[in-house]
């Protein structure tokens, strides 16, 4: 899903001191200038002015970007985020750009403890979120990965609902059937059950990017179905509360329909992003529509409908120009290049790559929505590797995919399942450009990831892959892969 806003933007109630006092006598301008410096010495473009130095003291934002962490860990190299006064990143990885009520009690972590029977819209998210000087503080993959178990990750290889739940404990909002749904008609609706449906979406995309979605997705259909039931039997207290949940609702339906998408289940993804799509409609919400949008055109590319695909770029990019977000314009135009290589149209995928890096060097922002963390320099080029793919210029499309895999784990390991991808994808053109002991090689790599990452998506590429290098058995490293790739456990 991967399968991505970039600067977390929710208000926090208590300003950044720390933060405040490694700025020391500089201005705030000042303090952005020498941010800009020691981004441009690690490579990275960030857009920080005085506005933003000045909203991270605030404490408006609790937690930056990917960019901005890994500019201000080399500003400040032994310290962690923590120490630069940020929160957790899994307390904001929803969509920052819709504040919480100022009035509203923050959401607490609620310790792993054995799942017990539950009220109707009750969530719990079994997680914890270290503190003090400990460098994982700030990185939730980091506390996944010391809580997930052998058990856990055959729970994600074996795809199996029981074990699954078993393992993940209950992530999100669930009804009993429509009984329990109808019972809720004309209860009061407030904050609380707004904030546990962004609590389910950041969950949900947090458990994709380490994991894929094959073994998420019928789990994660609940706490959608109770996200709309709120919508339709539930009386809001207030407008801001109402818009909300429907943003929550919208995202939540995206989030699935993701995981759908990213498990073959084409049909599935299109009816949860039409219904994301629907809401955003209902609720005049210009940045849930550009999602829904995008996410429906990627869904167009993969289903064989690149004219579609086209289309549905276009018509979030028209969404979202008045949202102040270059980067996501910049993913937009890359979506829209993956439908005109899929036409076969290279003048118009070379003129989408071109808007695409353009808008991408103009850096992020304060508007970049939450939920494009994920698009960062190792997207572009995997996105981009695609578009050459489809053109079927091999040796190209290598290029930019090794980029890709190369880019993703220096910078954002925590990515797992992105890191496999973009290595699948090298893999398979490296061997359909001729070069089948490098393509093993790759091929080699992903098998080693897939003990943690289910994901159709990859599970496809890698047997594409394999089918291609059958001729060049012959070769000591394909026989590897091959036979690794022969011991993998199949779907039922």
């Known amino acids: 899903m991967a399968s991505s806003p970039m600067a977390s933007s929710t208000q926090s109630p208590r300003p950044n001191l720390a933060f405040r006092r490694l700025r020391g006598q500089r201005s705030p301008g000042e303090f952005a200038a020498a941010v800009r410096r020691a981004a441009r010495e690690i490579g990275e473009r960030v857009c920080c002015d005085a506005r933003y130095i000045g909203r991270v003291e605030a404490g408006e934002i609790r937690c930056p970007n990917y960019a901005y962490e890994r500019v201000f860990l080399h500003m400040f190299p032994g310290r962690t985020l923590t120490d630069l006064g940020f929160a957790p990143r899994a307390l904001v990885r929803g969509r920052g750009v819709r504040a919480e009520s100022p ?21 719990h998210l079994y997680e914890s979120h270290p503190t ?16 997930e178990s052998d058990v856990q990750r055959r729970a994600f290889m074996t795809g199996s609902t029981a074990t699954v739940v078993a393992a993940l404990g209950p ?70 509360t109402s818009d909300r949940l429907h943003a929550g609702a919208g995202e939540l339906a995206i989030s ?80 829209e290049a993956g439908g005109w290589a899929g036409l076969g ?6 003129q989408a790559l071109s808007r695409a890096h353009g808008l991408f060097e103009r850096g992020v922002r304060d508007e970049d929505p939450e939920w494009m963390t994920f698009y960062g320099p190792a997207e572009l080029a995997g996105l981009e590797a695609q578009c050459w793919s489809a053109l079927g210029e091999w040796a190209r499309a290598a290029g930019h995919a090794r980029l890709a895999a190369t880019t993703a784990a220096a910078q954002t390991p925590q990515f797992t399942r992105n890191i496999a991808l973009y290595t699948a994808e090298l893999a398979d053109d490296l061997a359909r450009a001729g070069r089948p002991d490098e393509a093993a090689r790759a091929g080699l790599r992903v098998l080693a990831l897939l003990g943690e990452v ?35 456990p199949r779907a039922v």
């Open 345 to 350: 149209d290279r003048a118009g995928c070379e």
């Open 103 to 123: 009035s509203a009690p923050p959401v607490a972590p609620v310790p792993p403890t054995p799942p017990t029977p539950v009220p109707a819209t009750t969530i």
């Open 454 to 488: 289910q994901s159709s998506r990859i599970q496809s590429i890698l047997a594409a892959t394999a089918r291609v290098l059958l001729p060049h058995r012959g070769v000591p490293e394909v026989n590897d892969f091959l036979e690794g790739h022969a011991g993998l």
């Open 132 to 147: 003090g000087s400990d460098p994982r503080a700030c990185d939730p993959y980091a506390v996944q990965t010391h809580e």
């Open 171 to 240: 992530i999100g909002l669930t009804l009993g059937g429509p009984a329990e749904a109808a019972a809720l008609r004309g209860r009061r609706v407030g904050d609380a059950e707004a904030r546990a449906v962004e609590t389910a979406v950041r969950r949900i995309r947090l458990l994709d990017d380490r994991h894929g979605a094959d073994g998420l997705y019928r789990r994660a259909a609940a706490p959608l179905r109770t996200a709309y039931a709120l919508l339709d039997a539930g009386t809001t207290t207030r407008q801001s």
């Open 256 to 335: 699935v329909g993701w995981l759908a998408h990213d498990s073959g289940r084409f049909d599935d993804a299109r009816s949860h992003y039409a219904e994301a799509l629907a809401t955003a409609r209902v609720c005049g919400d210009a940045a849930l529509e550009a999602h829904a949008f995008c996410n429906t055109a990627f869904l167009a590319r993969d289903a064989g409908r690149p004219r579609e695909a086209v289309r549905a770029a276009q018509a979030a990019t028209r969404a979202a120009r008045g949202l102040g977000s270059p980067r996501l314009l910049s993913l937009l135009a890359l979506r």
